[in-house]
């Protein structure tokens, strides 16, 4: 049986549904994969709780995320709260995303690359600031960088462009990468609502935050499709190479006019070769009925790959939950060891 | 650079399309993948043509499908027809489906095994016949058998139940996953046609056959779907334990009454956990406006995983044609080395 030691950076809702997901699969995990995963470390703003054998998730499973679970946890077992290190053989990342530095995942990932670990990345700041850099530094060590969780969570994204489509020629990549904004979009269609309305329910339902200029303005979606852009087609493109658009310009008359012709707007970010350029974009678009992502409603998400052999495979669903993240990085630790 | 011996069983039109693909992008999987694949066998009804060398495919792809390809590129290269021997590093298995016996195909898989090759099958019959079996001497000799090209080719089917939900529990499997039959319900429902008019209409298009039993009475369904369930979740069932029930009692009627509603007849071919079993089930069903499946049109293909962890999944595309299951089979090949 292989053994495994994951430290996680970060202690929110999705790494807190991570350590559930593993406290209630290890055995199954075991009997599938041949592999005991064994969380030794997780690191919060306050400190490390660490143990060499393996923390006892039966008992952090039950405390609550951040800084308050991981200290409970720590007094506990009375363990003493370290400085956060490097040890063991996947990284999960879990931080708040910072988009302006990348940090502290960035530092977090170099760290855990020079101690020679694969990293399992559910934050987009760092990959965002710096996947080329970070996949080079990978590339150097031998080690892998995975990143499900950052670009679409549990809908199948990386995975179909680099198993599912091997060996086949991506043409162009079309997604619904955010659930927010796909959720403001079905709501001024089907309520036949204005986009400050369908913003209001949006936030009265918990799923826009506060201030939801990171969904609706496109960036959350140009940040995901520069992720799956440079990781499938190689490329060192950065934020500033893609034009982006929000949806926050499209009317109820507009909404009402596609709709006479069976389309919907949808928020697109999309990757199209042209020539020998990758053009990345992320705009409102009109979608006819026959395009497949016209069906993908409310939080869900959805991919369309165009390929050269294949012909078109569009894929829906993972509707934004903690769980689907978690799980999204599960599947990537898993998938490192194949 | 690694170095890939392939040889081929069965000569006809996906075979020649596979051989295609990697004249044409021989190169770009040496720089992608760092792997050289060659061919270095074909076999046909009358012989072998080989070369340890490996043929060679700027000729080879140019000639026509079957025994006189074969026999034209023997006589062009001066080689003697040899009787079939399996040798190299990989089978991709092509021989038209025989769903009695298995044959010729489970004599050629067996063999491969036992010289230590891997397969790639993209005929049914063998695995139908005997899966587990096939599996379990794959196993004791550290070999894979995969058969994307078996079960919807170019539809990533059991790419996502292994890659893209490892990990998460998947309860249930529900696929439209035979293309004539899909054609013939969309053409009744959007042309207003008899199932007999419909039927008719496939035929005329060469979409479907001229003894169509195979695809409208949900054999093919049953297939594919056991080949899935006895893949992802281990189980050893069997064609008997389905209950097939085929599209041609659909009438007009019926299909005008579920569209009242929304709705559309698909032919589903299932696989659902309940209590300690796995039921497999090939039947017509209506399909209601929200559930994905609905949107699969004419030759195209869909499949929805229900998972524990990641909710729901559908993935559709993949419209039957050989050029997308030689892109299966080269897809598993690819797989094969990671």
Redo the contacts between chains.
């Keep these: 049986m292989k053994q495994r030691k994951i430290v996680i950076t970060g202690y929110g809702t999705v790494a807190k549904e991570f350590v559930e997901?593993l406290y209630r699969?290890k055995e199954a995990?075991i009997e599938q994969y041949h592999t005991e995963y064994t969380v030794i470390g997780v690191v919060g703003s306050i400190g490390m709780i660490y143990d060499p054998e393996g923390l006892d998730l039966s008992i952090l499973h039950g405390l609550p995320t951040g800084s308050i679970g991981i200290s409970q946890y720590a007094s506990m077992k009375d363990l003493v709260l370290e400085s956060p290190s490097m040890k063991g053989d996947i990284l999960v990342e879990c931080t708040p995303t910072n988009l302006e530095t990348g940090e502290p995942a960035l530092s977090y990932i170099k760290q855990a690359l020079e101690a020679n670990m694969d990293i399992v990345s559910v934050s987009k700041g760092a990959l965002v600031h710096s996947l080329p850099e970070l996949l080079a530094i990978a590339k150097a060590k031998g080690r892998y960088i995975k990143y499900s969780g950052a670009t679409a969570a549990?809908?199948?994204t990386l995975?179909?462009g680099e198993?599912?489509?091997?060996?086949?020629t991506i043409q162009s990549i079309k997604g619904i990468l955010n659930g927010t904004s796909n959720f403001i979009l079905t709501s001024m269609s089907e309520g036949n609502l204005t986009f400050e309305k369908a913003l209001q329910l949006a936030q009265e339902n918990g799923i826009a935050e506060k201030n939801p200029d990171l969904d609706i303005k496109g960036l959350d979606s140009a940040c995901k499709i520069l992720l799956l852009a440079n990781g499938l087609f190689h490329t060192n493109l950065t934020l500033e190479d893609i034009v982006v658009d929000g949806i926050e310009k499209v009317t109820k008359a507009d909404m009402q006019r596609a709709k006479i012709n069976g389309c919907e707007w949808k928020l697109i970010a999309s990757a199209k070769k042209q020539r020998d350029r990758l053009v990345l974009q992320v705009k409102p678009e009109i979608i006819p009925p026959e395009n497949?992502l016209i069906?993908v409603k409310g939080t869900n998400k959805g991919i369309l790959f165009e390929?050269e052999?294949?012909?078109?495979?569009?894929?829906?669903?993972?509707?934004s939950?903690p769980?689907?993240a978690?799980?999204?990085a599960?599947?990537d630790?898993?998938?490192l060891i194949?």
């Design positions: 997901l699969k995990f549990a809908l199948p995975d179909i198993f599912s489509l091997a060996g086949s497949p069906h390929t052999e294949m012909g078109t495979i569009c894929c829906v669903g993972g509707a939950h769980k689907g978690a799980a999204a599960m599947k630790i898993i998938n194949r």
